[in-house]
């Protein structure tokens, strides 16, 4: 089992910055990839980001190519996501999610386990 808390979540205005964290523990995570999802109201989960924690290999959905930025830190068993230039439709829970290894990282069914969520509100 692998437990996700999520923290750094709020409201900023347009063209500010957030940065969320994604505590991890219970298993070690030297062969699973983490990504981070968001579901805004009515919406299907989106893929955002996904991080190899092996390497440290990284992927990004188109829609935030160039503002959002995934790291980890291995000694703080902590992934985080950097969300630069931020814009009104970034609004949405954001989900952190840790699966094994598949090479599927855009895929919500690649990942086992799910934090709670982080509200990211972004104001016009």
């Known amino acids: 089992q692998v437990q996700l808390v999520e923290s750094g979540g709020g409201l900023v205005q347009a063209g500010g910055s957030l940065r969320l964290s994604c505590a991890a523990s219970g298993r070690a995570l030297s062969r699973y990839a983490m990504g981070w999802f968001r579901q805004a109201p009515g919406k299907e989960r989106e893929f955002v980001a996904a991080?190899?924690?092996?390497?440290?290999?990284?992927y990004y959905g188109d829609s935030v190519k160039g503002r959002f930025t995934i790291s980890k830190d291995n000694a703080k068993n902590t992934v985080y996501l950097q969300m630069n230039s931020l814009k009104p439709e970034d609004t949405a829970v954001y989900y952190c999610?840790?699966?094994?290894?598949?090479?599927?990282?855009?895929?919500?069914?690649?990942?086992?386990?799910w934090g709670q969520g982080t509200q990211v509100t972004v104001s016009s």
């Open positions: 999610a840790a699966g094994y290894d598949s090479g599927r990282y855009s895929s919500r069914n690649a990942y086992a386990y």
């Open positions: 991080i190899l924690w092996s390497g440290g290999i990284t």
